[in-house]
Protein backbone atom coordinates (compact mmCIF):
# COMPACT_ATOMS: atom_id res chain seq x y z
CA UNK A 1 0.00 0.00 0.00
CA UNK A 2 2.74 1.84 -0.65
CA UNK A 3 2.18 5.75 -1.97
CA UNK A 4 4.86 7.37 -3.91
CA UNK A 5 3.54 10.78 -3.47
CA UNK A 6 5.70 14.02 -3.76
CA UNK A 7 4.31 17.01 -3.06
CA UNK A 8 6.60 20.24 -4.51
CA UNK A 9 8.55 21.61 -1.54
CA UNK A 10 8.34 25.83 -2.04
CA UNK A 11 11.45 26.73 -0.46
CA UNK A 12 13.76 29.65 -0.85
CA UNK A 13 17.55 29.52 0.36
CA UNK A 14 19.99 32.23 2.10
CA UNK A 15 23.52 31.86 1.85
CA UNK A 16 24.84 30.71 5.12
CA UNK A 17 27.50 33.34 6.29
CA UNK A 18 27.01 33.62 10.77
CA UNK A 19 27.26 30.22 12.74
CA UNK A 20 24.91 29.54 14.56
CA UNK A 21 22.33 30.53 12.09
CA UNK A 22 23.00 28.79 9.37
CA UNK A 23 20.54 26.97 7.26
CA UNK A 24 21.57 23.90 5.95
CA UNK A 25 19.79 21.38 3.19
CA UNK A 26 20.65 17.79 2.75
CA UNK A 27 19.33 15.23 0.20
CA UNK A 28 19.76 11.88 -0.82
CA UNK A 29 17.92 8.45 -1.00
CA UNK A 30 16.86 6.03 1.27
CA UNK A 31 13.94 3.79 1.51
CA UNK A 32 13.71 3.48 -2.24
CA UNK A 33 12.31 7.07 -2.21
CA UNK A 34 14.19 10.70 -2.00
CA UNK A 35 14.73 12.89 1.03
CA UNK A 36 14.77 16.32 1.15
CA UNK A 37 15.39 18.15 4.89
CA UNK A 38 16.52 21.68 5.81
CA UNK A 39 16.99 23.36 9.37
CA UNK A 40 18.75 25.92 10.94
CA UNK A 41 21.91 24.87 13.18
CA UNK A 42 25.61 25.21 14.06
CA UNK A 43 26.85 22.94 11.87
CA UNK A 44 26.37 20.57 9.03
CA UNK A 45 23.96 17.49 10.62
CA UNK A 46 23.75 15.80 6.74
CA UNK A 47 26.41 12.54 7.82
CA UNK A 48 23.89 11.60 11.10
CA UNK A 49 21.41 12.42 9.12
CA UNK A 50 22.11 9.29 6.94
CA UNK A 51 23.22 7.67 9.15
CA UNK A 52 20.09 7.75 11.56
CA UNK A 53 17.85 6.88 8.19
CA UNK A 54 19.92 3.63 7.55
CA UNK A 55 19.35 2.92 11.03
CA UNK A 56 15.83 2.72 10.27
CA UNK A 57 16.13 1.10 7.18
CA UNK A 58 17.40 -1.82 9.68
CA UNK A 59 14.42 -1.44 11.51
CA UNK A 60 11.35 -1.41 8.78
CA UNK A 61 12.55 -1.86 5.17
CA UNK A 62 11.07 -4.76 3.70
CA UNK A 63 13.96 -4.77 1.07
CA UNK A 64 16.09 -5.25 3.76
CA UNK A 65 16.67 -9.53 4.38
CA UNK A 66 18.25 -8.18 8.04
CA UNK A 67 15.98 -5.91 8.96
CA UNK A 68 13.50 -6.39 12.12
CA UNK A 69 10.58 -6.49 9.69
CA UNK A 70 11.73 -8.80 7.02
CA UNK A 71 13.51 -11.31 10.26
CA UNK A 72 9.42 -10.76 11.27
CA UNK A 73 8.42 -12.03 8.35
CA UNK A 74 10.06 -14.91 7.66
CA UNK A 75 9.77 -16.37 11.20
CA UNK A 76 13.16 -15.94 12.12
CA UNK A 77 12.13 -13.92 15.17
CA UNK A 78 9.25 -13.62 17.70
CA UNK A 79 10.93 -11.12 19.98
CA UNK A 80 12.98 -7.63 19.34
CA UNK A 81 13.78 -4.74 21.62
CA UNK A 82 13.74 -2.92 18.61
CA UNK A 83 11.57 0.39 19.67
CA UNK A 84 11.17 1.80 16.15
CA UNK A 85 9.71 -1.48 15.11
CA UNK A 86 7.81 -1.92 18.25
CA UNK A 87 6.44 1.38 18.00
CA UNK A 88 5.40 1.45 14.18
CA UNK A 89 3.66 -1.48 14.97
CA UNK A 90 1.84 -0.25 18.10
CA UNK A 91 0.63 2.67 16.03
CA UNK A 92 -0.49 0.76 13.39
CA UNK A 93 -2.72 -1.27 15.38
CA UNK A 94 -3.96 1.51 16.36
CA UNK A 95 -4.98 3.14 13.39
CA UNK A 96 -6.12 -0.24 12.27
CA UNK A 97 -8.87 -0.32 14.53
CA UNK A 98 -9.95 3.59 14.24
CA UNK A 99 -10.00 3.35 10.70
CA UNK A 100 -12.03 -0.17 10.56
CA UNK A 101 -9.43 -1.93 9.09
CA UNK A 102 -9.24 0.58 6.10
CA UNK A 103 -5.34 0.46 7.39
CA UNK A 104 -4.20 -2.84 7.52
CA UNK A 105 -0.21 -3.65 7.47
CA UNK A 106 -0.87 -6.97 7.17
CA UNK A 107 -2.26 -6.75 3.76
CA UNK A 108 1.36 -7.16 1.82
CA UNK A 109 0.85 -11.23 0.31
CA UNK A 110 -1.88 -8.93 -1.38
CA UNK A 111 0.49 -6.41 -2.09
CA UNK A 112 2.41 -8.53 -3.73
CA UNK A 113 0.02 -10.43 -5.43
CA UNK A 114 -1.04 -7.46 -7.58
CA UNK A 115 2.60 -6.10 -8.62
CA UNK A 116 3.03 -3.61 -6.04
CA UNK A 117 5.06 -5.28 -3.69
CA UNK A 118 8.64 -6.65 -3.41
CA UNK A 119 7.93 -9.68 -5.74
CA UNK A 120 6.82 -10.27 -9.23
CA UNK A 121 3.11 -9.59 -10.05
CA UNK A 122 0.99 -12.37 -9.97
CA UNK A 123 -1.90 -13.98 -12.35
CA UNK A 124 -4.65 -12.69 -10.35
CA UNK A 125 -8.36 -14.46 -9.57
CA UNK A 126 -10.78 -14.38 -7.06
CA UNK A 127 -9.60 -17.89 -5.76
CA UNK A 128 -6.23 -16.70 -5.40
CA UNK A 129 -7.59 -13.16 -3.34
CA UNK A 130 -9.52 -15.60 -1.33
CA UNK A 131 -6.47 -17.92 -0.28
CA UNK A 132 -4.47 -15.00 0.31
CA UNK A 133 -6.79 -13.27 2.76
CA UNK A 134 -6.51 -16.33 5.30
CA UNK A 135 -3.48 -14.74 6.59
CA UNK A 136 -4.57 -11.36 6.34
CA UNK A 137 -5.91 -8.92 9.03
CA UNK A 138 -4.39 -7.17 11.99
CA UNK A 139 -6.24 -8.92 14.69
CA UNK A 140 -4.05 -12.00 13.41
CA UNK A 141 -1.23 -10.88 14.85
CA UNK A 142 -0.21 -8.81 18.10
CA UNK A 143 2.23 -6.84 20.36
CA UNK A 144 2.84 -8.56 23.77
CA UNK A 145 5.66 -6.79 25.23
CA UNK A 146 8.81 -7.52 23.21
CA UNK A 147 7.19 -10.54 21.68
CA UNK A 148 5.85 -10.06 18.11
CA UNK A 149 2.64 -13.30 18.22
CA UNK A 150 1.49 -14.42 14.88
CA UNK A 151 -1.47 -16.26 14.50
CA UNK A 152 -0.33 -17.69 11.31
CA UNK A 153 3.32 -18.18 10.28
CA UNK A 154 2.13 -16.94 6.33
CA UNK A 155 1.29 -13.41 7.83
CA UNK A 156 3.71 -10.56 6.37
CA UNK A 157 3.85 -7.24 7.26
CA UNK A 158 4.25 -4.05 4.92
CA UNK A 159 5.01 -1.00 6.96
CA UNK A 160 4.97 0.99 3.61
CA UNK A 161 2.11 2.58 4.83
CA UNK A 162 3.26 4.57 7.67
CA UNK A 163 7.00 4.12 7.73
CA UNK A 164 7.66 6.93 5.47
CA UNK A 165 5.96 9.22 8.01
CA UNK A 166 7.60 7.53 11.08
CA UNK A 167 10.87 8.06 9.38
CA UNK A 168 10.49 11.75 9.30
CA UNK A 169 9.21 11.96 13.00
CA UNK A 170 12.41 10.07 13.54
CA UNK A 171 14.38 13.28 12.17
CA UNK A 172 12.21 15.64 13.83
CA UNK A 173 12.24 14.48 17.01
CA UNK A 174 16.40 14.38 16.58
CA UNK A 175 16.17 17.64 15.54
CA UNK A 176 14.42 18.83 19.08
CA UNK A 177 16.98 16.52 21.09
CA UNK A 178 19.52 18.48 19.73
CA UNK A 179 17.82 21.74 20.00
CA UNK A 180 16.87 22.65 16.53
CA UNK A 181 13.56 25.02 16.51
CA UNK A 182 13.79 25.71 12.21
CA UNK A 183 13.09 23.05 10.08
CA UNK A 184 11.57 20.71 7.33
CA UNK A 185 11.59 16.82 6.86
CA UNK A 186 10.64 15.88 3.81
CA UNK A 187 10.88 12.11 3.46
CA UNK A 188 9.11 10.37 -0.20
CA UNK A 189 6.58 12.87 0.41
CA UNK A 190 6.03 12.84 3.82
CA UNK A 191 6.63 16.08 5.64
CA UNK A 192 6.77 17.38 8.99
CA UNK A 193 8.18 21.16 9.50
CA UNK A 194 8.50 23.87 12.55
CA UNK A 195 9.73 27.37 13.10
CA UNK A 196 10.20 29.55 9.85
CA UNK A 197 12.41 29.07 6.45
CA UNK A 198 15.69 30.66 6.20
CA UNK A 199 13.40 33.67 4.33
CA UNK A 200 11.86 34.01 8.26
CA UNK A 201 8.32 32.59 6.40
CA UNK A 202 6.13 29.52 7.25
CA UNK A 203 7.24 26.77 5.27
CA UNK A 204 4.98 26.39 2.10
CA UNK A 205 4.19 23.02 0.87
CA UNK A 206 3.33 22.19 -2.49
CA UNK A 207 -0.06 19.92 -3.03
CA UNK A 208 0.05 18.34 -6.57
CA UNK A 209 -2.88 18.20 -8.46
CA UNK A 210 -3.84 14.05 -8.95
CA UNK A 211 -3.09 13.97 -12.91
CA UNK A 212 -2.23 10.44 -13.63
CA UNK A 213 1.67 10.19 -14.42
CA UNK A 214 3.78 7.58 -12.84
CA UNK A 215 6.91 9.58 -13.83
CA UNK A 216 6.44 11.88 -12.20
CA UNK A 217 7.61 14.34 -14.70
CA UNK A 218 4.54 16.32 -15.58
CA UNK A 219 3.10 17.82 -11.78
CA UNK A 220 0.78 21.25 -11.28
CA UNK A 221 0.65 22.43 -8.08
CA UNK A 222 -3.09 22.32 -6.83
CA UNK A 223 -2.76 24.76 -3.64
CA UNK A 224 0.00 25.32 -1.36
CA UNK A 225 -0.16 25.22 2.47
CA UNK A 226 1.96 26.74 4.69
CA UNK A 227 2.68 24.58 7.77
CA UNK A 228 4.72 25.19 11.04
CA UNK A 229 4.41 22.65 14.04
CA UNK A 230 2.88 20.32 12.19
CA UNK A 231 2.85 17.40 9.65
CA UNK A 232 1.16 16.55 6.14
CA UNK A 233 1.18 13.41 4.34
CA UNK A 234 -0.66 12.85 0.92
CA UNK A 235 -1.66 9.78 -0.92
CA UNK A 236 -3.55 9.30 -4.04
CA UNK A 237 -3.86 7.14 -7.04
CA UNK A 238 -2.23 8.93 -10.05
CA UNK A 239 1.71 8.22 -9.20
CA UNK A 240 1.53 4.56 -9.14
CA UNK A 241 -0.52 2.13 -10.81
CA UNK A 242 -0.64 0.30 -14.14
CA UNK A 243 -3.39 -0.12 -16.50
CA UNK A 244 -4.69 -3.87 -18.00
CA UNK A 245 -6.81 -4.25 -20.35
CA UNK A 246 -8.33 -0.91 -20.19
CA UNK A 247 -8.80 -0.86 -16.53
CA UNK A 248 -6.41 1.42 -14.13
CA UNK A 249 -5.46 -0.54 -10.99
CA UNK A 250 -3.64 1.84 -8.34
CA UNK A 251 -1.15 0.44 -5.39
CA UNK A 252 -3.38 0.96 -2.50
CA UNK A 253 -5.41 -2.15 -1.43
CA UNK A 254 -8.77 -2.62 -0.13
CA UNK A 255 -7.77 -4.99 2.79
CA UNK A 256 -11.86 -6.22 2.87
CA UNK A 257 -11.90 -7.08 -0.59
CA UNK A 258 -8.28 -7.91 -1.64
CA UNK A 259 -8.52 -5.58 -4.74
CA UNK A 260 -7.34 -2.49 -5.67
CA UNK A 261 -9.38 0.59 -4.51
CA UNK A 262 -11.66 1.82 -7.38
CA UNK A 263 -13.46 5.08 -6.34
CA UNK A 264 -13.64 8.96 -7.10
CA UNK A 265 -11.25 9.54 -4.66
CA UNK A 266 -8.01 10.88 -6.66
CA UNK A 267 -5.97 12.17 -3.57
CA UNK A 268 -6.09 12.69 0.37
CA UNK A 269 -4.14 15.33 2.09
CA UNK A 270 -3.56 15.25 5.89
CA UNK A 271 -2.46 17.32 8.19
CA UNK A 272 -1.66 16.63 12.23
CA UNK A 273 0.88 16.50 14.79
CA UNK A 274 3.32 13.75 13.54
CA UNK A 275 3.67 12.09 10.38
CA UNK A 276 3.33 8.77 11.15
CA UNK A 277 -0.21 9.13 12.12
CA UNK A 278 -0.78 11.31 9.02
CA UNK A 279 0.76 8.79 6.84
CA UNK A 280 -1.31 6.12 8.15
CA UNK A 281 -4.74 8.18 7.53
CA UNK A 282 -3.94 9.63 4.23
CA UNK A 283 -3.81 5.76 3.44
CA UNK A 284 -6.68 5.04 4.46
CA UNK A 285 -8.58 8.09 3.10
CA UNK A 286 -7.92 6.38 0.32
CA UNK A 287 -9.79 2.91 0.87
CA UNK A 288 -12.56 4.54 2.73
CA UNK A 289 -13.51 7.12 -0.54
CA UNK A 290 -14.73 10.59 -0.39
CA UNK A 291 -17.14 11.04 2.02
CA UNK A 292 -16.05 8.04 4.31
CA UNK A 293 -13.21 9.67 5.20
CA UNK A 294 -14.20 12.89 5.62
CA UNK A 295 -16.55 11.38 7.82
CA UNK A 296 -13.93 9.51 10.20
CA UNK A 297 -11.64 12.85 10.07
CA UNK A 298 -14.32 14.89 11.64
CA UNK A 299 -13.86 12.95 14.58
CA UNK A 300 -10.23 12.75 15.36
CA UNK A 301 -8.99 16.02 17.28
CA UNK A 302 -6.12 17.57 15.57
CA UNK A 303 -6.49 15.84 12.04
CA UNK A 304 -7.05 18.04 8.98
CA UNK A 305 -8.06 17.51 5.20
CA UNK A 306 -7.71 17.92 1.75
CA UNK A 307 -9.57 15.70 -0.57
CA UNK A 308 -9.64 15.91 -4.25
CA UNK A 309 -12.32 13.95 -5.78
CA UNK A 310 -13.65 12.90 -9.51
CA UNK A 311 -17.61 13.61 -9.56
CA UNK A 312 -20.04 11.70 -11.82
CA UNK A 313 -18.76 13.64 -14.34
CA UNK A 314 -15.67 12.84 -14.16
CA UNK A 315 -15.22 16.88 -13.05
CA UNK A 316 -12.49 17.35 -10.85
CA UNK A 317 -14.05 18.85 -7.41
CA UNK A 318 -12.21 19.55 -3.47
CA UNK A 319 -13.10 18.76 0.10
CA UNK A 320 -11.51 20.79 2.47
CA UNK A 321 -12.16 21.00 6.26
CA UNK A 322 -11.97 24.38 8.30
CA UNK A 323 -8.79 24.11 9.74
CA UNK A 324 -6.97 23.09 6.49
CA UNK A 325 -8.23 25.85 4.56
CA UNK A 326 -7.24 28.04 6.74
CA UNK A 327 -3.70 26.79 5.94
CA UNK A 328 -3.74 27.37 2.37
CA UNK A 329 -1.46 30.67 1.19
CA UNK A 330 -4.16 32.85 -0.63
Known amino acids: MRKLIFPIV ?3 FAACTVRPDCYYSNDGFIQGTTYHIVYKYKTDLGDEIARQLHRFDTSLSAYMPESTISQVNNNLITETDDTLFLNCMRCA ?9 AMDITVSPLVNAWGFGFSKKE ?24 QIIKYDPRIQLNANCLAQGQSVDFIAEMFERLGVRDYMVEIGGEVRANGLSAKGKVWRIGIDKPI ?64 ITTDA ?26 LIYSDFDGEMKTLVSKGFEAMILK
Open 10 to 12: VLL
Open 93 to 101: FQISELTGG
Open 123 to 146: HVSQQLIDSLKEFCGYRKIRIDGN
Open 212 to 275: DDSTAQNRELQDIVELSGLSLSTSGNYRKFYIENGMKYSHTIDPATGYPVQSGLLSASIVGPDC
Open 281 to 306: LATACMVLGTERAAAMCDTLPGIEYY
